[in-house]
Nanobody, 126 residues
Framework: QVQLVESGGGLVQAGGSLRLSCAAS????????MAWFRQAPGKVREFVAA????????VYADSVKGRFNISRDNAQNTLYLQMNDLKPEDTAVYSC???????????????????WGQGTQVTVSS
């Protein structure tokens, strides 16, 4: 049974940094794309960042480009999101996602992911 467990969220002031982690278990992840999505109160879930199987390709939402960095450690089955220069509009529940099928691409589409974590809250105060 695939499990994705996020950690690292919290309360931070604007301009601060946080590093999110997503620990994966119950499957093979080192040949699968993974991604981060977020959902703010009253809004639909949106794409944040994605990474291909070996970390060689990444893609970001325009709103986080230059501030966030997605990475992975396949030996540890862990996905990361380093978030710098945080803004109040980054406040959301952040969830990691993994695909069932293999691919060499970094994939943005939410519907392309099969497994989801429960999410971790990130709150940025102004």
């Amino acid at each position: 049974q695939v499990q994705l467990v996020e950690s690292g969220g919290g309360l931070v002031q604007a301009g601060g940094s946080l590093r999110l982690s997503c620990a994966a278990s119950g499957g093979t992840f080192n040949n699968k794309p993974m991604a981060w999505f977020r959902q703010a109160p009253g809004k639909v879930r949106e794409f944040v960042a994605a990474i291909n199987w070996n970390g060689g390709t990444t893609v970001y939402a325009d709103s986080v480009k230059g501030r966030f960095n997605i990475s992975r450690d396949n030996a540890q089955n862990t996905l990361y999101l380093q978030m710098n220069d945080l803004k109040p509009e980054d406040t959301a529940v952040y969830s990691c996602a993994s695909r069932r099928l293999t691919s060499t691409l970094a994939i943005k589409g939410e519907s392309r992911y099969n497994y989801w974590g429960q999410g971790t809250q990130v709150t940025v105060s102004s």
